[in-house]
T-cell receptor, first 116, second 110 residues
Framework: DADVTQTPRNRITKTGKRIMLECSQT?????MYWYRQDPGLGLRLIYY???????NKGEISDGYSVSRQAQAKFSLSLESAIPNQTALYFC???????????????FGPGTRLLVL | GEDVEQSLFLSVREGDSSVINCTYT??????LYWYKQEPGAGLQLLTY?????DMKQDQRLTVLLNKKDKHLSLRIADTQTGDSAIYFC??????????FGIGTKLQVIP
């Protein structure tokens, strides 16, 4: 089973629609992240969460919102989608440094979003 | 990201060594990573290095860190066609955020 899953894997939507991207992880990690990937721009951080009650803005949070419903789930919403939100979206988890494990991130397979 | 610079493209012949370079500005980074992204897939952690190390070797991969010049490199020995992918350097900042470079596309010519 995959450590981090994302649904849907692909989505086409129209400008102005609200959509939600889901992320689930089986690693039991506290920290979860949403990134978007655009050609020539690498990965940019949208939001991140350290636990169920913690939500933090990343570099490019405008136009997005998130919900951390449980430790294992972190969803990303586009309240009113616009074409420049067309991108590849990745969810990731990270191990906390104080657990004695190597610091690493586990990435989901990505959600390809097209906003028309 | 603007704090991390990578060249966009690298082409090598199969069997040669590949060296992918990355420069960064934030000297407080504690962990430095290399990720591989194959077409249509997510990112896969290849290797990492702590900021108090200069070099780390892991099979065909060698990571070199020059803290003075803020330069990180990934050497892939005996490059294979399966190594063709986009490679991202990334840096853990302040124990909270990971900042990524824009990615270097490695093309391996048979």
């Amino acid at each position: 089973d995959a450590d981090v899953t994302q649904t849907p894997r692909n989505r086409i939507t129209k400008t102005g629609k609200r959509i939600m991207l889901e992320c689930s992880q089986t690693k039991g990690h506290d920290r979860m992240y949403w990134y978007r990937q655009d050609p020539g721009l690498g990965l940019r951080l949208i939001y991140y969460s350290f636990d169920v009650k913690d939500i933090n803005k990343g570099e490019i949070s405008d136009g997005y919102s998130v919900s951390r419903q449980a430790q294992a789930k972190f969803s990303l919403s586009l309240e009113s989608a616009i074409p420049n939100q067309t991108a590849l979206y990745f969810c990731a988890t990270i191990l906390p440094l104080n657990r004695g494990h190597r610091e690493t991130q586990y990435f989901g397979p990505g959600t390809r979003l097209l906003v028309l | 990201g603007e704090d991390v610079e990578q060249s966009l493209f690298l082409s090598v012949r199969e069997g040669d060594s590949s060296v992918i370079n990355c420069t960064y500005t934030d000297s407080s980074s504690t962990y430095l990573y290399w990720y591989k992204q194959e077409p249509g897939a997510g990112l896969q952690l290849l290797t990492y290095i702590f900021s108090n190390m200069d070099m780390k070797q892991d099979q065909r991969l060698t990571v070199l860190l020059n803290k003075k010049d803020k330069h990180l490199s990934l050497r892939i020995a005996d490059t294979q066609t399966g190594d063709s992918a986009i490679y991202f350097c990334a840096f853990l900042r302040g124990y909270q955020k990971v900042t990524f470079g824009i990615g270097t596309k490695l093309q391996v010519i048979p």
